[in-house]
């Protein structure tokens, strides 16, 4: 039996997305929760396919999660057998931090292409490549395929990789290029738990341990995997540590329903939720307290509810000439003042007649003003 | 001048026939007197023969044969076809008249020197562009017209490898030294490394918010026939959809909307079909789109050489690209020639390569009536066409009777060879047989653009990748020895 867990994400949130600081508890204790689960199965070895940590530099607590969780399977006996998503990977070259595991002897890093034998199984890994190295990752899937034959036992191929034929076109490979020959596929990188036979042989992903994006599937779990018959069977175990998340859209009408719904609904934990209301006037600091208590809050907005054909744009045209007697009349406060400004003495200094101006101004002041050229000067 | 042959036979001001004492290549430019003046010939056809060695004979009789025609040279009959190219005096002072009387039959024919060839062939003057040399004289320079090019158009018709591109870069390159403003639709991405100073790369993209429903039906790949799904696509493209910031988004919310509450199963299909074909395209010719694109001709920048890259392009999306920016420049120049303001105050040359795909003969595409109309009025406007092509045949015909200037070489189709000399009456029987053998870079140069019809040798541009096949075993090869990979170097174990 092989207990497979990837994605575990250790140390989400915390220094990432403070508000959420207590679901990375909760991230790192599904973790725990798997190690546990595998423990009480009695799994002869656990694979991680990888994203082992949510960030490369992580804080101390993800990597004492981490090392307490492989000790405990080691005081158990069961080997724990890793290989590296892009999660674990600095973008600086240095020694990847879940590699402390290997090197303190509690772990064993499967990410380098060559097999090892376990248990009577023979497992083989690769660690994540980026697409950009694509034409690497299938030259070393194709030497693996080469000497798959000449491996004993039931073989198993961890990888951090997503598959084309499943997840689309951001992926790096496609089904043709996964070597066949192996019994056993434990993937890793997409975070819904995800099966499909290749032959007689079976292709998992058991999803992320917990969620780290408000687009994870809400349950998440791990893989027990039996691979003791002809066929391998694998068995997801939902983990209960996980943090009910909460997504919902509601129209401002029947808010009031909803919200009551949201306050009677009961939750081992209180679950984290984004919500979007659709429609005006509504007061989103009352909404808040009233779900404050009972949710983590981590998104609530309202939004413009679109109208049957929505008016884009000006209903009239913008009159330059009205928006500048607006201004000047804030400025100058006279209306005839503004109309000579806006009017003539406008027009004969933007044709540039400065001496013709300094008449008219002139002019036009003797005039309001009564005084004769030359008399108040 | 040393004559080369006696005039023979019926002798016509514009053609006459000779004997000749040695072979004269075909190309080669003789001179013989009229009454008229010096008149200047090119030797359009050229024959060899043995009476002797006529027959058909068996292999002995032929060893004969060949003896007896050696020692007899009265057996070796060398006669040639020659086409008038005018009266030299006046071919030097740039018009082209023909005698009016021909030669006497008996008169000598010459070899024309260089310095008269000079004279004709090689004009200078800031209008005159050098292109190349005469294939037969290699001393004389061959200089053709720009004027003629901006106002009267130019077709480079050629097979593939003969030097079509070679020929449009160096055009490129001279307007470039002038400062002139050119757009070369750059179909293959040939154009990109030339070696112009004033060369601008341009990756042209369409914004769908100014196409028309039809355009851009056409751009996303709905197929031609699809009516219903073209009729819907125009129904929602209305103002709202048009001037929505997220475009796409809004475009496709009127789909789904329809896809999922449409009156009839046909109506929720078709919006479902179209939602697929959206998805599709921006999945596959995403970066062609762009919502903040300006209209095209503020892509394109005045006084420079254009390229724009439509590699990524297919054909019906090449085909509205070139016919929006054509209908562009040319009310462009209107406004320009009236005194407007207008973004390209001075001539504009578009250049298209694979012209035969934006105006096939026998169809209309998107382009086909724009180009007509600018090859039809561009010059009053100073808007030109070069039109590029290596099967002419499929060229629209009536579009490349309009152009004024023809740069032919190496066309092996008979269809097309005809066709160059239905277009062109310059280009003759004789000297239309002798296409196919034009080696690479080797180019006959007929109409307004050059005095008189050469056959030329044209210099190569640098930095041109194009002529030049790809080398493939030396790309594997590079290929090999990539770079390393990126995520092993990061991880140090």
């Known amino acids: 039996m092989v207990g497979h867990i990837s994605d575990t994400h250790l140390g989400a949130f915390v220094g990432r997305d403070e508000e959420l600081r207590e679901v990375g508890e909760d991230v790192n204790e599904a973790f725990l929760e798997a190690v546990e689960l595998f423990i009480r199965e009695r799994v002869d070895i656990v694979i991680h396919s990888g994203d082992i940590l949510d960030v490369p530099r992580p804080y101390g607590d993800a990597l004492k999660v981490l090392l307490s969780g492989v000790r405990k399977l080691r005081e158990k006996g069961i080997p724990f057998l890793f290989t590296l998503g892009e999660h674990d990977v600095s973008p600086i070259p240095s020694m990847p931090y879940p590699h402390l595991a290997h090197l303190l002897g509690l772990a064993e890093y499967v990410g380098d292409g060559a097999p090892r034998e376990v248990k009577g199984l023979t497992v083989v890994g690769l660690h994540k490549y980026k697409k950009i190295d694509r034409e690497h990752l299938v030259e070393r899937l194709e030497s693996i395929g080469s000497r798959v034959g000449s491996l004993s036992g039931k073989k198993v191929l961890v990888l951090h990789q997503a598959i084309k034929e499943a997840f689309g076109p951001g992926s790096e490979l496609t089904v043709s290029e996964i070597p066949r020959g192996f019994n056993y596929y434990a993937m890793g990188h997409i975070h819904s738990h995800f099966e499909t036979r290749l032959g007689k042989a079976l292709l998992a992903y058991p999803g992320t341990s917990h969620w780290t994006d408000v687009d994870d599937p809400d349950e998440c779990g791990a893989l027990i995997v039996d691979l003791s018959g002809d066929e391998p069977q694998a068995h997801w175990v939902k983990l209960e540590s996980v943090r009910p998340k909460v997504r919902?859209?509601?129209?401002?009408?029947?808010?009031?329903?909803?919200?009551?719904?949201?306050?009677?609904?009961?939750?081992?934990?209180?679950?984290?939720?984004?919500?979007?209301?659709?429609?005006?006037?509504?007061?989103?600091?009352?909404?808040?307290?009233?779900?404050?208590?009972?949710?983590?809050?981590?998104?609530?907005?309202?939004?413009?509810?679109?109208?049957?054909?929505?008016?884009?744009?000006?209903?009239?045209?913008?009159?330059?000439?009205?928006?500048?007697?607006?201004?000047?009349?804030?400025?100058?406060?006279?209306?005839?003042?503004?109309?000579?400004?806006?009017?003539?003495?406008?027009?004969?200094?933007?044709?540039?007649?400065?001496?013709?101006a300094v008449r008219s101004l002139w002019e036009f002041w003797r005039k309001r003003y009564g005084m004769e050229s030359g008399e108040g000067a | 001048m040393r004559e080369v042959g006696i005039i023979l036979g019926f002798v016509r001001p514009e053609r006459i026939e000779f004997t000749a004492r040695e072979t004269v290549r075909v190309g080669e430019y003789l001179v013989a007197n009229t009454e008229d003046g010096p008149v200047l010939y090119m030797v359009d056809d050229f024959q060899s023969v043995s009476t002797l060695l006529l027959k058909e004979m068996d292999y002995v009789t032929a060893e004969e044969a060949r003896r007896a025609s050696e020692v007899n040279p009265r057996d070796r009959m060398r006669t040639g076809v020659?086409?008038?190219?005018?009266?030299?005096?006046?071919?030097?002072?740039?018009?082209?008249?023909?005698?009016?009387?021909?030669?006497?039959?008996?008169?000598?024919?010459?070899?024309?020197?260089?310095?008269?060839?000079?004279?004709?062939?090689?004009?200078?003057?800031?209008?005159?562009?050098?292109?190349?040399?005469?294939?037969?004289?290699?001393?004389?320079?061959?200089?053709?017209?720009?004027?003629?090019?901006?106002?009267?158009?130019?077709?480079?018709?050629?097979?593939?490898?003969?030097?079509?591109?070679?020929?449009?870069?160096?055009?490129?390159?001279?307007?470039?030294?002038?400062?002139?403003?050119?757009?070369?639709?750059?179909?293959?991405?040939?154009?990109?490394?030339?070696?112009?100073?004033?060369?601008?790369?341009?990756?042209?993209?369409?914004?769908?918010?100014?196409?028309?429903?039809?355009?851009?039906?056409?751009?996303?790949?709905?197929?031609?026939?699809?009516?219903?799904?073209?009729?819907?696509?125009?129904?929602?493209?209305?103002?709202?959809?048009?001037?929505?910031?997220?475009?796409?988004?809004?475009?496709?919310?009127?789909?789904?909307?329809?896809?999922?509450?449409?009156?009839?199963?046909?109506?929720?299909?078709?919006?479902?079909?179209?939602?697929?074909?959206?998805?599709?395209?921006?999945?596959?010719?995403?970066?062609?789109?762009?919502?903040?694109?300006?209209?095209?001709?503020?892509?394109?920048?005045?006084?420079?050489?254009?390229?724009?890259?439509?590699?990524?392009?297919?054909?019906?999306?090449?085909?509205?690209?070139?016919?929006?920016?054509?209908?562009?420049?040319?009310?462009?120049?209107?406004?320009?020639?009236?005194?407007?303001?207008?973004?390209?105050?001075?001539?504009?040359?578009?250049?298209?390569?694979?012209?035969?795909?934006?105006?096939?003969?026998?169809?209309?595409?998107?382009?086909?009536?724009?180009?007509?109309?600018?090859?039809?009025?561009?010059?009053?406007?100073?808007?030109?066409?070069?039109?590029?092509?290596?099967?002419?045949?499929?060229?629209?015909?009536?579009?490349?009777?309009?152009?004024?200037?023809?740069?032919?070489?190496?066309?092996?189709?008979?269809?097309?060879?005809?066709?160059?000399?239905?277009?062109?009456?310059?280009?003759?029987?004789?000297?239309?047989?002798?296409?196919?053998?034009?080696?690479?870079?080797?180019?006959?140069?007929?109409?307004?653009?050059?005095?008189?019809?050469?056959?030329?040798?044209?210099?190569?541009?640098?930095g041109k990748r194009v002529g030049k096949d790809i080398d493939a075993v030396s790309e594997w090869k590079k290929a090999e020895s990539k770079r390393p990979p990126i995520s092993e170097e990061l991880i140090r174990l």
């Open chain 2, 82 to 462: 020659a086409r008038a190219i005018g009266l030299i005096e006046e071919l030097k002072r740039g018009r082209r008249i023909y005698p009016t009387v021909p030669p006497e039959p008996g008169d000598s024919v010459a070899l024309a020197d260089d310095g008269i060839l000079s004279e004709v062939y090689c004009q200078s003057g800031e209008r005159w562009a050098e292109v190349g040399r005469l294939l037969r004289r290699r001393n004389v320079r061959v200089s053709v017209d720009l004027n003629a090019i901006a106002s009267r158009h130019l077709a480079i018709l050629a097979a593939t490898g003969k030097g079509k591109s070679n020929f449009l870069a160096l055009l490129a390159k001279r307007v470039a030294e002038r400062n002139g403003t050119m757009v070369v639709i750059d179909y293959h991405s040939e154009y990109r490394d030339l070696k112009i100073s004033r060369l601008k790369e341009v990756a042209p993209r369409l914004n769908p918010r100014l196409l028309s429903a039809e355009e851009l039906a056409d751009v996303i790949g709905v197929r031609e026939r699809a009516e219903r799904q073209r009729a819907m696509l125009g129904k929602l493209l209305d103002e709202r959809v048009r001037k929505a910031e997220d475009f796409w988004g809004e475009l496709k919310r009127g789909l789904e909307m329809i896809a999922e509450n449409g009156e009839n199963a046909q109506e929720r299909y078709t919006a479902r079909r179209l939602l697929d074909i959206v998805d599709r395209a921006l999945r596959i010719w995403g970066p062609i789109f762009d919502l903040k694109a300006r209209s095209l001709i503020d892509q394109v920048h005045p006084n420079r050489v254009n390229v724009l890259d439509v590699s990524e392009f297919t054909e019906g999306q090449a085909q509205v690209l070139v016919s929006r920016l054509l209908e562009e420049l040319l009310e462009d120049r209107k406004d320009a020639v009236k005194g407007y303001e207008a973004r390209f105050d001075s001539p504009v040359i578009v250049a298209i390569e694979e012209a035969h795909v934006f105006v096939p003969s026998g169809e209309s595409t998107y382009c086909s009536e724009i180009v007509s109309k600018v090859a039809r009025e561009g010059r009053k406007f100073g808007l030109s066409l070069i039109l590029v092509s290596q099967r002419p045949s499929r060229l629209n015909a009536d579009v490349v009777s309009q152009m004024g200037s023809f740069t032919i070489s190496g066309l092996t189709h008979p269809a097309d060879q005809n066709f160059v000399k239905e277009v062109t009456d310059e280009v003759t029987e004789e000297l239309g047989a002798s296409l196919p053998s034009l080696n690479p870079g080797e180019m006959i140069l007929v109409g307004s653009f050059v005095r008189a019809p050469a056959l030329i040798k044209a210099d190569l541009v640098e």
């Open chain 1, 248 to 356: 919902i859209e509601v129209d401002a009408r029947d808010l009031e329903k909803k919200l009551r719904e949201l306050v009677e609904r009961e939750s081992r934990k209180r679950p984290v939720l984004w919500m979007e209301v659709e429609g005006e006037g509504i007061d989103l600091r009352a909404v808040e307290s009233r779900l404050a208590q009972k949710y983590v809050i981590r998104k609530l907005v309202l939004r413009q509810k679109p109208k049957g054909g929505v008016e884009l744009g000006h209903k009239e045209e913008l009159d330059i000439d009205a928006e500048l007697r607006r201004l000047a009349m804030n400025a100058i406060g006279d209306e005839e003042v503004v109309e000579y400004a806006l009017g003539e003495l406008l027009r004969l200094l933007s044709e540039g007649k400065a001496e013709e």
